[in-house]
């Protein structure tokens, strides 16, 4: 078969393959069950090969190439205006194959597996985070029912766990053994956060450029992994703020008739990177008093007009386009004078 593009559907267990010729006409229409799949794309001759950026993609993609393939990964968003009516296999593997010839067509680059390692430590912490912060509501909510209340904030908690051995306070016995039990799971889940954080450090002084991104104000070792091992390749972006827009920090527009409508940050993009960048901005916007830099005189001037969250999303952006230089420059962030 004569086959130039094609178009792959990935699932669990079933895949669907539309290939078309150099004419455009459809000559492969197939399932494959997952066992087979490198199998049939070994026996076909090298063609571009378009695979929506889905859950397991970055796998067959190296798969794929491994092959001798062509293999292009491209947004599900982007993909959806080419289905024609009903949502099905083969309905999505005809739109991919027509998606991935367009010339105007936005592809996402295939990742490493040492990239996807890093970010799956970055997932990994993130669960362990929210699983922590869980338990120590958990843990708060019932010792206040006993009357028992410390302050706000995860550095008191050990205060709350030290008193579960003061005989002072009349708990019950039966309450003091399930609340050690949650203590138990705040300590445990701590150290294992921990343990992930020294790998994440290890990694990042073993990157050039996750420490080169670690010069910026606002960006710690946590942030500076996550965007090193997401960005694989920072020249496909043409522009800081496109890259900004990859992001989600960027006003999303709802422009008809000549007439401009700008709304509030799109917030499409990778949610993580975007919540990492907007904490960091907010931490440069509050020790702006302390320390003063470009960036925090650029946000106080900012707060004079404008309300603090809008500001620290707007440095927020500011901040991703200067990671955006560092990373494409190859050269650390150099401040400027902040008189």
Known sequence: MQVTTLGLDIAKSVFQLHGINPEGHPVLRRKVRRDQLLKVLGGLPPCLVGIEACATAHHWARQIAALGHKVRLMPPTYVKAYVKRNKNDAADAEAIC?????????????????AQSI?????????????????????????????????KGRAHVRDLIDLLDDQTHALPELARKTLRLIAGVIETLSFQIREIELELLAWHRSNATSRRLESIP???FITATALAASVADPQA????????AWLGLVPKQHSSGGRERIGGISKMGDRYLRHLLVVGATAVTRLSKRRKTGLSLWADRLLERKPFRLVTVALANKIARIAWAVMTTTQSYRAAPSA
């Open 218 to 220: 606002g960006i710690g």
């Open 98 to 114: 027509e998606a991935v010839r367009r010339p105007t067509m936005r592809f996402v680059p295939v990742k490493s597996a040492d």
């Open 119 to 151: 970010l799956m430590l970055h997932r990994a912490r993130h669960l362990m985070v929210r699983q922590r912060t869980a338990q120590i509501s958990a843990f708060r909510a019932h010792l206040a029912e006993y009357g028992i209340v410390a302050q």
């Open 237 to 244: 972006f043409r522009s800081g703020r496109q890259f900004a």
